[in-house]
């Protein structure tokens, strides 16, 4: 190498400016929003008198009716029993498929492949949609709720842990495999007690949104505080709506503070 | 010599430990409380067993090949509410996320005020919302759109403040030092840094807004979900199968996507 | 008959890189041999094979006459302990757990994975921790100790294990001298008081002068020296530390007129 080799300069340009996509990028979302608010026929005319009839109409709700408070207690009693139902039933399935499904723990690629995709098949699945299918087969109740509960965030549940267990660190698994553990030790040795605090978070955060769906599953029959909100809102009975409304924010908002204070101690 | 002195827990006394045990047995007694309540019967569980494999197979069925362009222009229009919900929620999130982090807010009044805001918003499902502006603004894509925006707002307002509450100070500081405003600040110096995060956030958000979309045309609020009960209800099965997988289909295609571009994101962006 | 037999042994991994180049050793029952070499020499990956963590491209190693494969990795892991550079501990176990992983080949899975361990096994385990001098630490958090005290967990693990081979790799590697001093001397006295072979990867000639009965020297895949301490003289050390197509390496002679 020889200095002199650097020497022509003057047939050295800067290299062109690499062109700024941004506008470009701005443009093109802002065309294909149009085209879907054209397609999707919303007219800002009624969006416009929507607003303005909005305020007449969120104060129908101003009073809450709360004549049969200890009944709407008791609906979301249900829900929260659902939700904790789906809860626990996801774990199950979540602690058994998730090793199985982590890269690092499998023991053989295709025992990989069959639990990713029995994961994804269950993630795939709205709940609602598992939940029709299980009124259909159980008939009304909750039970076929929890289950479609458990379903769904069992695939949310197993792809997280699988997830945690594959960050889990090499050595540590190498450590307790050199020892000559099989894979249900190694699980339960090097997996778990790793991410352990990962997991219980995974695990409150499903609760939480659990019990937001819980509410809903009602809509579809499966038990629970939704069919009844769905009734008053059907009959205009916005006093009985309201409370109803409110109870629900009420609770959710409770567990939401003691799964965040949960959590808070668990870090 | 009995099982309880040979075998023993790797703790001092022998015994698991007592937040443990005390958990498990909560957890126990919990769901032994509420197993009337949710009616868990595991003999009726086993006997719907069979009941169930009948209803599956009942769903192979030939598919109704004739409502294929309606099944098609109904998950289109589930997938434009989607796109169009989450983009109106990307835009009001950003003021949002703004005065809901510790660090950007105006007033500690406000901050507190926001993040109460944003909580309310995300309390409710989107299908509790879908119903209440069902019977503000009339059946629709509308309410369903808005019932979307109005939720993720709660969830991205809250995922934006907290992304700006932990960017680096100094680059903050550095901004400030060469005679930024306050709205300057905030533009220039918190957002790029928080955006990172905020790509991977949309993307869960995608995810979940369809899923949901799926299901608001329950309430009458547009997508394919009206299809879905209506089939249900009059048992055309050979139409629920194609909307099963149509919904399987999309959400799952979304999936790899989502976790290509996170992982893209997260390891580097290769040219 | 050898502890271990290592027959024509190549590994070359999935990138290409050509970690063994043909290796060939007999490690007598009860020695103490130390595996010397530059970083990249294929020391690490010749122990990893021993313990089935890796498996030869061609060759074959054999433990105590067994061969070891993938099917029988479970009884051969059984009798070969793995001590390793950073330890490798699981963080959020206690001590005496960790130590405890030791006997998880011993037994089946059914009660184990409750954490469930018999009496026998509290007792190995006691008496594992007692010979590394740290009964005291047992019911810690493996990731509140020192360096030190985690490698000698590690080999209390080992210990735990009651193997008839035990494979450091690169044991003192992240440790101060003082306690590189303590873990080589625990792995002597184990070695010397139990019978158990005792193969070790070290970076310090030092070291391996003074605690090794054998020494065995690797340069780019290959063993280029094998001997007892006293035949490893300075001109050997040249062979073994000598860097590809360097022929006059000033920093090398440096580096060993220190050793």
Redesign the interface.
Same mark, same amino acid.
């Given at each position: 190498m020889n200095i002199h080799d650097l020497k022509p300069a003057r047939s050295q340009t800067l290299p062109p400016k690499p062109r700024n996509p941004i506008p470009v990028w701005v443009t093109a979302?802002l065309a294909?929003?149009w085209l879907?608010?054209w397609?999707?026929?919303?007219s800002f005319e009624?969006?416009a008198?929507?607003v303005e009839?909005?305020g007449e109409?969120?104060s129908r709700y101003r009073q809450p009716d709360f004549s049969n408070l200890s009944r709407y207690l008791e609906l979301m009693?249900?829900t929260?029993?659902?939700a904790?139902?789906g809860t626990?039933f996801a774990l199950l399935v979540a602690f058994f498929l998730a090793p199985l499904a982590a890269r690092n723990f499998a023991p053989s690629p295709l025992a990989y492949r069959i639990a990713r995709e029995m994961l994804?098949?269950m993630?795939?699945?709205?709940d609602?949609?598992l939940a029709?299918?299980f009124v259909?087969?159980?008939?009304l109740?909750?039970?076929p709720g929890?289950l479609a509960l458990g379903v769904h965030t069992a695939g949310f549940l197993g792809k997280f842990f699988a997830e945690s267990l594959e960050r889990v660190?090499k050595?540590?698994c190498?450590?307790?495999?050199?020892?000559?553990?099989?894979f249900?030790?190694m699980?339960?040795?090097?997996g778990w007690?790793?991410i352990?605090r990962e997991a219980m978070g995974y695990v409150l955060y499903i609760l939480d949104r659990n019990v937001?769906?819980a509410?809903?599953l009602g809509?579809?029959g499966a038990?629970g505080i939704?069919l009844a909100?769905?009734d008053t809102?059907r009959l205009?009975d916005y006093g009985q709506s309201a409370a109803l409304?409110l109870v629900?924010?009420a609770t959710?908002?409770i567990i939401?503070y003691a799964s965040a204070w949960l959590r808070g101690r668990l870090g | 010599m009995t099982t309880v002195s040979t075998w023993r827990w790797p703790t001092p006394s022998g015994w698991p430990p007592l937040p443990l045990v005390g958990g498990v047995l909560a957890?126990l007694c919990?769901?032994w409380l509420?197993?009337p309540?949710?009616?868990?019967?595991f003999v009726?569980?086993i006997g719907?067993l069979g009941?169930?494999v009948g209803?599956t197979g009942q769903m192979f069925v030939t598919p109704d090949w004739n409502y294929v362009p309606q099944l098609l222009a109904k998950m289109?229009?589930t997938i434009?509410?989607t796109?169009?919900g989450t983009?109106i929620a990307i835009v009001l999130s950003l003021p949002m996320g703004i005065l809901a982090a510790r660090n950007a807010t105006p007033h500690i009044a406000v901050y507190r005020l926001t993040r109460d805001v944003l909580?309310?918003m995300r309390? *409710?499902?989107e *299908?509790?919302w879908a119903?209440?502006f069902v019977?503000?603004?009339?059946l629709?894509?509308?309410p369903g759109?808005m019932a979307l925006a109005f939720v993720t707002v709660g969830f991205m307002g809250k995922f934006f403040a907290e992304a700006i509450e932990v960017v680096d100070r100094k680059a903050v500081e550095g901004v400030r030092a060469h005679g930024a405003g306050w709205l300057q600040v905030r533009l220039f110096a918190m957002l790029p840094q928080a955006l990172p995060d905020f790509v991977g956030t949309v993307m869960y958000i995608l995810d979940h807004n369809l899923?949901?979309a799926?299901?608001l045309g329950?309430?009458g609020a547009?997508g394919i979900?009206y299809d879905?009960?209506m089939s249900?209800r009059l048992f055309q099965y050979d139409r629920l199968l194609l909307i099963?997988l149509a919904?399987?289909l999309v959400?799952?295609l979304l999936?790899r996507a989502s976790d290509r571009l996170r992982s893209r994101i997260i390891h580097g962006k290769q040219a | 008959m050898s502890a271990i037999s290592i027959q024509s042994v190549t590994k070359r991994f999935p990138n290409g890189f050509e970690a063994l180049k043909g290796i060939d050793a007999e490690i007598k029952s009860g020695s103490f041999t130390v595996v010397l070499g530059p970083s990249g020499a294929g020391k690490s990956t010749l122990l990893r094979l021993m313990?089935g963590?890796e498996t030869p491209t061609s060759g074959e190693v054999r433990i105590g006459g067994e061969s070891v494969d993938a099917h029988k990795?479970?009884?051969?892991?059984?009798k070969v302990?793995?001590v390793?550079q950073?330890?490798?501990?699981?963080?959020?176990?206690s001590v005496v757990?960790n130590v405890l992983?030791?006997r998880?080949?011993h037994r089946s899975?059914v009660g184990?994975?409750f954490?469930l361990f018999r009496k026998e096994d509290m007792e190995i385990a006691q008496e594992a921790l007692a010979r590394v001098a740290l009964t005291d630490k047992a019911w810690n958090r493996a990731d509140k100790l020192s360096g030190g005290q985690q490698q000698r967990v590690?080999i209390a693990?080992a210990l735990a294990?009651q193997p008839k081979v035990i494979l450091a790799d690169e044991p003192v590697a992240s440790l101060d001298p003082v306690s590189s001093e303590e873990i080589m001397a625990l792995l002597r006295e184990i070695c010397d008081r139990d019978g158990i072979t005792v193969v070790v990867n070290l970076h310090q000639v030092e070291l391996a002068r003074r605690f090794a009965d054998r020494i065995i020297g690797m340069n780019s895949g290959k063993i280029v020296f094998d001997g007892n301490p006293e035949q490893m003289t300075q001109s050997v050390l040249r062979t073994i530390y000598q860097r590809e197509g360097i022929e006059d390496d000033n920093s090398l002679d440096m580096a060993l007129a220190y050793a």
């Open positions: 979302t294909v929003l879907i608010v397609d999707l026929e919303i009624t969006l008198y929507g009839d909005m109409y969120f009693g249900i929260l029993a659902t904790l139902w626990v994804n098949f993630r795939a699945m709205p609602l949609l029709l299918i259909a087969a159980l008939g109740g909750p039970l929890a660190d050595g540590v190498e450590g307790v495999a050199s020892t000559g553990a099989n249900p030790q699980v339960m040795y090097a007690p790793s352990l937001r769906m509410s809903v809509l579809v038990g939704g909100l769905h809102l205009f409304i629900i924010l959710i908002l939401d | 957890l919990a769901l509420t197993a309540i949710v009616e868990v019967d009726r569980l719907s009941k169930m209803f289109l229009e434009e509410m796109i169009l983009a909580s309310l309390a *409710l499902p *299908l509790v119903l209440v019977s503000a603004v009339g629709g894509p509308l759109v899923r949901a799926a299901i329950l309430v547009g979900g879905l009960v249900m099963a919904i399987y959400v799952t999936d | 313990n963590l990795l479970r009884h051969i892991r059984s302990a793995m390793f950073q330890f490798n501990l699981v963080d959020r176990l757990t992983t030791g998880l080949a899975w184990s994975v954490y590690g693990r294990q």
